[in-house]
């Protein structure tokens, strides 16, 4: 099955800093790549996602880039602020099976005023 | 919409009892997802109900169980309980199997003592 690895573990910033979570799966069939934030007490919300048809894709502050050839994906935070502190989660997941979702073990930014 | 609504919110059981959860979808999405939260597990994906039918099953014991009904509510019960399924439970839904985007409930959180 998938398997999805995720780092930092735990990544603390300056407010205005730039903050990259990187995450690498297993399986060459995942094509839809979304992240997720869940701040303390709740429940994980999607703020990007990114499919195996696009490189690279930018909402606002937030871009996502996939790299299929080394499976691997990213998540840049481009001048954080404090309430981007949150859990960040990448997850991977075959088209034809979207409600199976592999995640990784989560992120947890800091953004220090 | 009313977004994904989960109950109990919060539970409190002992070990050896069994528990039901509920899960009610966004109103049209007919898939329906579990996940498992654990700090030190992340999370775990535990079944997808599509059209009242399991269509994929994570890595749990059977004592892990749920179905799905015709208005595409779910329920998940756990048999048996044992200390390590202290966790916070969350169903996602999506329109349909090849919808990508899921969307939480706020999740129930189980405490097994």
Redesign the interface.
Known sequence: GENVEQHPSTLSVQEGDSAVIKCTYSDSASN?F?W?KQELG?????II?I?SNVGEKKDQRIAVTLNKTAKHFSLHITETQPEDSAVY?C?A?P????????????TTLTVKP | KAGVTQTPRYLIKTRGQQVTLSCSPISGHRSVSWYQQTPGQGLQFLFEYFSETQRNKGNFPGRFSGRQFSNSRSEMNVSTLELGDSALYLCASSPDRLAETQYFGPGTRLLVL
Do not use: I, V, W
């Not at chain 1, 709740?42 to 999607?46: S, T």
């Not at chain 1, 099976?97 to 989560?106: H, L, P, Q, R, V």
């Open positions: 839809y979304p997720y709740k429940r994980p919300q999607l996602d499919r989660f997850a997941s088209n034809t099976n979207a409600g199976k979702s592999t995640f990784g073990d989560g």
